[in-house]
């Protein structure tokens, strides 16, 4: 579902980057004569997993077609300190005009794929899978999700639309679990149906009620293990609250299925880029 949504989202993102960050025109690269061209390189000041390839192709495109970019790297791929990711070249005003939009994106888009990745690997040697949030940068959504992707995580839901996570409000808004799950059933058949329990006996309600997914909201290691043997396999288990690299491989080591973490898109820090003209 999110392959579909990247296009549109891109056009979307870099359209309103440049929108921005040019406004009534870029007047420091007007000190340059139009028709000058240059080139320049893109490098990583340190080690990360990159993304963002094509939003980067198109701030360069929006800002000017003839602008030529060629990459050393493709999405999810390792690149080390002081490798050159892209050259691009084109008229020097163009150039300097693209350039910290461009950067903004893969610096971004690249650390949540770099976080997603140390994640991922912490994880490898069970059949855990790190999970997404939708605790995203407004308006970035699709583009993080991808990114977590690219790194080695799972998406969970893209929105309020695709999946249904039934919690505490919810719950007591609709008296209880087996009427909340039992409604997401008649209002969406076939869309995932998930519910947030807190204690050992909401597992069982959530599982003889039919859920689909059931997380454990901040169970101790213990009472993972305990729910993973309850649950017999009837739905899949997700870990979710307070986990931190120091906890997730032995969150994994229980046998939950997934673990979600607000930190795969809200805790990413920029990669460090440069972009010289040569």
């Known amino acids: ?26 007047i420091t690269a007007m ?46 791929d390792q690149a080390h300190a002081n490798d050159v990711l892209f050259t691009v070249s084109g008229r020097a005003r163009s150039l300097l005009t693209a350039e910290r939009t461009a950067l903004n994106f893969l610096q971004t ?5 770099t976080q997603a990745r140390q994640y991922a690997n912490m994880v490898s040697h069970t059949k855990a899978k790190v ?66 329990v807190e204690t050992m006996e909401q597992l069982q309600e959530a599982l003889s009620a039919g ?21 017999q396999g009837r739905a899949k288990l997700e870990a979710s609250g307070g986990v931190t690299s120091e906890t997730l491989a032995a969150i994994a080591e229980t046998g939950v299925d997934f673990i979600s973490i607000g930190g795969v898109t809200k805790h990413c820090r920029a990669i460090d880029l440069s972009m010289r003209l040569i």
């Open 211 to 231: 859920a689909d997914i059931v997380m454990l909201d901040n169970f101790s290691i213990e009472q993972m293990a305990h729910a993973v043997v309850v649950n």
């Open 1 to 26: 579902m999110l392959e579909q949504l990247i296009q549109p989202a891109i056009q979307q993102d870099v359209e309103k980057a440049l929108a921005e960050d040019i406004g009534s025109g870029d």
């Open 31 to 76: 000190l340059i004569p139009a028709e000058q061209h240059a080139e320049a390189r893109v490098i990583t000041r340190e080690d990360a997993i990159v993304c963002g390839v094509e939003w980067v192709n198109a701030v360069f495109a929006k800002v000017d077609p003839d602008c030529k970019v060629e990459w050393k790297f493709k999405d999810g």
């Open 131 to 196: 999970l997404d949030t939708r605790k995203t940068l407004p308006g970035l959504r699709v583009a993080q999700k991808y990114a977590a992707s690219c790194g080695g995580c799972r998406n969970h839901r893209i929105g309020l639309w695709d999946a249904f996570l039934i919690k505490e409000n919810h719950i007591m808004a609709c008296g209880s679990i087996h009427n909340a799950v039992e409604e997401a059933h008649r209002i969406a058949p076939g869309k995932p149906v998930e519910v947030e």
């Open 109 to 113: 888009l690249s650390g949540v794929a």
